[in-house]
């Protein structure tokens, strides 16, 4: 019998703290030995001249969640999971939704069955808490937590969504007694429905107006707000999708007064500007997500809160909808008016690609540091670490083999989501994850699928210790 299943010879580690070369000797999933000329696999897979990664971890994923009468999500978990697979995911971790005057519980049986027999990474679920009852707040969430659910996102816009004060106040209070963490989406939902109604009175009401109606100053005004409300429940919190430098400042500004404070942002704040959404025949629609991309300073800022330790996740935020779809991006009503267009973009397969381009290959970040905001940080913040999200004894062997000699020019026609445009085509890339491996599993060999449906697990979370 051979001492290891898998063996993964000659190629260079990282993990959030170290680079070094060494073999890895996996056994029944897991991680078993680092070292020098392992021996006694029954596979071997030579990664010399490539780079051995932990495989990625997405914490913020929208897979089939409901989005509003007529339009449907892009993506189901077969080709959600698929796409972030081939973009050297191991885990990924989509939003379960609560829908109003309904138990968070009835959703997430719902959600499971979804997902059930459907992946090819493995999931672990975040809640989303629309309706903050008393039943919630004083039972369900607390036993969700027992059970693994450690997770759940506010809103503080969208008038079905969001969230008052008060609201928010007795939710970070939950989570402080249960460690529980909560992520918060900080824009002002009354702020914004005032320029909302000051634009389409003007009759503008293209794609472009998205962005004009929810500036930075809504941004961060909430982002501001949500931290004063975590620093009077003491409590620590996530803020998402963090766009631009002003709000990043009010992160900073919080963590000076002694607030814990974990900060996102995502590669459209890197990549795109509101100028995008200017596309002829409504395409700009294909690049509506909120907040909205900026400008180019506010990339800069992003690029400056990537490389210094602002940001501690980069997730892709991926919300898939279709473009030329009349349940997607040109439902009728979104023909109307911008506010109606369904929010989100596609990202799951491109997220750490672009990263490892832009970020590790011209020089503005090292390759723990990319390792940090793809994967360890991820499980660290949401109670995976130390099983997900890096590469140590006795942790899950998720491992991504990046090759960085691939040349590539993104073309949605080459990614697997259910989307049918990507916010990136036509950029080129430098590095690929060509071989994925998921709990010891090889799922993808030098670029071919070779894992099944199916072979992703629901992963429970913890809640905070500290
Ligand atoms: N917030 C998200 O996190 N994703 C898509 C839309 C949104 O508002
Ligand atoms: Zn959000
Ligand atoms: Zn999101």
Redesign the pocket.
Known sequence: MSTFDLIIRGGTIATASDVFKADIGIRDGKIVQIGAALEGATEVIDATGKYVLPGGIDS???ISQPSGEGISMADDFESGTLSALFGGNTTIMP?CLQEKGRPLREALNAYHELAEGSCYTDVSFHLIVSDASPTLLGQELAALAEEGYASFKVFMTYENLRLNDAEILKTLDVARQTGSTVMI?CENEDAIRYLVEKHEAAGDVAPRAHATTRPIAAEREATHRALTLAEIAEVPIVI??VSNGQAMDEISRARARGLKVYSETCPQYLMLTAEDLDGMDWEGAKFVCSPPPRDKAAQEDCWRGIETGVFDLFSS?H?PFRYDDEHGKRAPKALESFRHIPN?IPGVETRMPILFSEGVMKGRIDLPRFVALTATNHARTYGLYPEKGTIAIGSDADIAIWDPSVKKTIRHADLHDGADYTPYEGVEVTGWPTTVILRGRVMIRNGELVGRKGDGQYQTARTRTL
């Open positions: 913020h994923v929208h939003f989406h998402v999708h935020d919300c989100g």
